[in-house]
């Protein structure tokens, strides 16, 4: 447990439907990321939120919305996804007193887009 | 970008052998992480070591920033410690991890 959840743990869309994942943070931390996890690449970096505000997208398509209301939660949101979509989604969090702290990561969302 | 690079890709070990695996980093860096992914995707945090030496338990890592490589030692393995074993580096302004492609790790009984 490492004070990051995610949900939900398992989504199975099709190409038009419209989802939303989520993460919580219980652990004080007020930069959060998303990174995805897909079978031939490496983990990368999808999105940064520090104190709630986007400080970072890293060219990933408009199909991907992310949300940050507040430093505990952090949303991303699906829509018209590709098969090629398909990955571990996972979040991760820190506190944000400069670069070199720990990130923790939540136990993903594993999607598949039909 | 820093490139981070991860050896071996695979490794088999017969239940209570050692071993060390290897990740090197192109650019100086002042975050390193080691992680254990297990079967389910969870990432586990196992070190934060950005230099120096740190031990916790059967697990031990090395990181010589001055020569941009981190050491993960792993004795007498147990079929638990199965999984892949990540290295991450703090790449970007806001302290986002660029990771290696892991180690993948197979303990026999």
């Known amino acids: 447990e490492t004070g990051v959840t995610q949900t939900p743990r398992h989504l199975v869309m099709g190409m038009t439907n419209k989802k939303s994942l989520k993460c919580e943070q219980h652990l004080g931390h007020n930069a959060m990321y998303w990174y995805k996890q897909s079978a031939k690449k490496p983990l990368e970096l999808m999105f940064v939120y520090s104190l709630e505000e986007r400080v970072e997208n890293n060219s990933v398509p408009s199909r991907f919305s992310p949300e940050c209301p507040n430093s505990s939660h952090l949303f991303l949101h699906l829509h018209t996804l590709q098969p090629e979509d398909s990955a571990l989604y996972l979040c991760a969090s820190r506190p944000q007193r400069g670069r070199g702290e720990t990130q923790y990561f939540g136990p993903g969302t594993r999607l598949l887009v039909l | 970008g820093i490139q981070v690079e991860q050896s071996p890709p695979d490794l088999i070990l017969q239940e209570g052998a050692n071993s060390t695996l290897r990740c090197n980093f192109s650019?100086?860096?002042?975050?390193l992480q080691w992680f254990h992914q297990n079967p389910w995707g969870q990432l586990i945090n196992l070190f934060y070591i950005p230099s120096g030496t740190k031990q916790n338990g059967r697990l031990s890592a090395t990181t010589v920033a001055t020569e941009r490589y981190s050491l993960l030692y792993i004795s007498s393995s147990q079929t638990t410690d199965s999984g892949v074993y990540f290295c991450?580096?703090?790449?970007?302004?806001?302290?986002?991890?660029?990771f290696g492609k892991g180690t993948k790790l197979s303990v026999k009984p």
């Open positions: 650019d100086s860096v002042n975050n």
């Open positions: 991450a580096v703090a790449g970007g302004s806001q302290g986002n991890l660029i």
